[in-house]
């Protein structure tokens, strides 16, 4: 079964780095998946594709500071110099033929 | 610019019906396979279902738990796609996204709208 698991929570500094972090299930290792952020009250913002290499393609208008990596299954976003309108949920989102899947999102807190 | 904006949603009672309707601009729709999304208050996002182009037959897939009861369809003349849904359950509340897919089999979602609140109460 395709399952994607991530932290319920992360917390950082404003100016400093986090990375966020996205698991696939056994099996699906190989798989591709896409970053979203969503700010309070507002809809989702599609962020980046990251691929099992950890090459990416980030969308419109998404800063420098927003960049992926892979390691095996994990899959991470990492937010440098954090800004106080990086304070969002992150989901990471994978797919199969018919199917699209969500993690259960991570909310990140900017001190 | 590209624009996606969710319409028709409300409060219905249990077992009724609501249609959502989705306005698209900006890019190709109809080259671009059309997902529904919806997210209850204070919870994760949840995929509903989603219709490919006509170059895939408008072929339709949807969450196994919705399915019996969710059609999506849509009207490449107008840049439109639609929700509906039926024999709705207190369970259905929720913020319902309409967002696009990078091209008719990209995976991911790359455009999103604002999203419509369906409350179904008695």
């Known amino acids: 079964q395709l399952v994607l698991t991530q932290s319920p929570s992360a917390s950082a500094s404003l100016g400093a780095s986090v990375k966020l972090t996205c698991t696939l299930s056994?099996?699906?290792?190989?798989?591709?998946i896409a970053w979203h952020q969503q700010q309070p009250e507002k809809g989702p913002r599609y962020l980046m594709k990251?691929?099992?290499?950890?090459?990416?393609s980030k969308g419109d208008g998404i800063p420098d500071r927003f960049s992926g990596s892979s390691s095996g299954a994990e899959r991470y976003l990492t937010i440098s110099s954090l800004q106080s309108e990086d304070e969002a949920d992150y989901y990471c989102?994978?797919?199969?033929?018919?199917?699209?899947?969500f993690g259960g999102g991570t909310k990140l807190t900017v001190l | 610019e590209v624009q996606l904006v969710e319409s028709g949603g409300g409060l219905v009672q249990p077992g009724g019906s609501l249609k959502l309707s989705c306005a698209a601009s900006?890019?190709?729709?109809?080259?671009?396979?059309m997902h529904w999304v919806r997210q209850a208050s204070g919870k994760g996002l949840e995929w509903v279902g989603r219709?490919?182009?006509?170059?895939?037959?408008?072929?339709?897939a949807y969450d196994a738990s919705m399915k019996d009861r969710f059609i999506i369809s849509r009207d490449d003349s107008k840049n439109m796609a639609y929700l509906q849904m039926n024999s709705l359950k207190t369970e259905d509340t929720a913020v319902y996204y309409c967002?696009?897919?990078?091209?008719?089999?990209?995976?991911?979602?790359?455009?999103w709208g604002q999203g419509t609140l369906v409350t179904v109460s008695s």
């Open positions: 967002t696009s897919e990078y091209g008719d089999y990209g995976g991911f979602f790359e455009y």
């Open positions: 900006g890019f190709t729709f109809s080259g671009s396979a």
């Open positions: 219709i490919r182009s006509k170059a895939n037959s408008y072929a339709t």
């Open positions: 056994s099996g699906h290792s190989s798989y591709a």
């Open positions: 990251l691929n099992s290499d950890g090459s990416h």
């Open positions: 989102q994978t797919w199969d033929t018919d199917l699209r899947v």
